[in-house]
């Protein structure tokens, strides 16, 4: 049985550490894909995640409607994000201060950081890509539809016009292939 996320705030409010473990579990996938966003680095949003969820349990009992959870979740991951990187800014310092080697040293280095960010990060979507492409096309629109675009299962179903019990053998079986395209 589905709770609502009201009622498994209530149950979290009342002491049930469980039911906010499955209000976790329902939105941890999303909020962590938004904060990878944001971030730009896996272990950087992994922490980043979990202080959002922190931060939610701590102020748990400040939300006005728990219908409108997601939405509430959202701000504070925005704001942890946003904090986080207000965080992460390197120290300023002035130019005129610097000498020219050190300046030259300096954005060169800033260069070279930023092409092999650029690099690493096509070369991930290349690779994403190129293992869409085995898959069968009603398996990798449903893989594109759940895991880059964030769509329910639901919605899915409903756009592609199948059940969600079909999408989520669909889903299962894109993961089982590429699985075994990745570890033979």
Partial sequence: MRH??????????????????????KYEKRVYARVLRK??????AQEV??????????NLSTLRDPDHFAGW???????????WLRKQRPVMRSLEGMLVKERE????????????????????QDTVEQMLRMLPRHERTVVRLYYLREMQLTEIGKRLG?????????????QRRLQEKIVP
């Fill in 162 to 174: 199948v059940s969600v019990n079909t999408i989520k053998s669909r889903l299962r079986r894109a």
């Fill in 49 to 58: 995640t979990q202080d959002v969820f922190l931060r939610a349990y701590e």
């Fill in 105 to 124: 040293k300096l954005s060169y280095r800033r260069y070279v950081s930023e092409q092999c960010q650029t690099e690493t990060t096509e070369a991930l």
């Fill in 4 to 25: 609502t996320d009201a009622e498994l705030i209530q149950r979290t409010l009342s002491g049930d550490e469980t039911a906010y473990a499955s209000l976790l579990g």
């Fill in 39 to 44: 971030v730009g680095d896996f272990q950087d």
């Fill in 73 to 83: 979740l959202h701000v504070i991951t925005t704001r942890v994000c946003v904090s």
